[in-house]
């Protein structure tokens, strides 16, 4: 039987300011998600790219990409830089980026991701994020069991309402 992970904080609501994070990109540089942008963003948190469920979750959101353009699509984890760019290069995924969090934890904390409990303490769970242009929560989802993928129909809802 499959339980819910647990997660250290709340995550955050629909209408909420979406907190401005830096994270460190497969180039080793800090980058900055969330917040008032003047883009619309997805955030997407993942356990690890080394898991079937986070890999297939990644190539998917590549796609989602590709067909919106004007939105920035991020995945997130706890893996590192070194990581994210070998996945990316073998994967050919171009429209996509990716962030880690593995130095601080700012991101888990601050959008209530960050696992509590289980073998899976300290890393994200599967939690996804649509922040519209003035850095506001359009949509949500936190997937309540960790080798359950998100709904990509929803998702994709989602941006097509926010852009």
């Known amino acids: 039987m499959k339980k819910p992970v647990q997660v250290a904080g709340h995550a955050l609501e629909v209408g909420q300011q979406a907190p401005m994070v830096k994270l460190i990109n497969p180039e080793l540089k800090p980058i900055q998600l969330g917040g ?3 883009k619309v963003q997805v955030i997407a948190t ?3 790219l080394n898991t079937p469920v986070c890999d297939a979750e990644a190539i998917r959101l590549n796609k989602i990409a590709q067909r919106y353009p ?3 699509v ?3 984890s706890k893996d590192l830089p070194f ?3 070998k996945f990316k290069k073998q994967n050919r995924l171009n429209s996509v980026e990716f962030a880690s969090d593995y130095r601080s934890n700012d991101f888990g904390k601050l959008y209530g991701t960050s696992i509590e409990s289980s073998v899976l303490q300290g890393l994200d769970s599967r939690t996804i994020y649509v ?3 003035n850095g506001k929560v359009s949509y949500r989802e936190v997937v ?3 080798s359950t993928p998100p709904s990509y129909q929803a998702l994709e809802q989602a941006i097509q309402h926010t852009i």
């Open 144 to 146: 309540e069991e960790i």
């Open 70 to 72: 004007e939105v920035q």
């Open 46 to 48: 993942v356990v690890s």
């Open 83 to 85: 990581e994210d760019a």
């Open 36 to 38: 008032d942008q003047d």
């Open 74 to 76: 991020t995945i997130v």
């Open 131 to 133: 922040i519209d242009k």
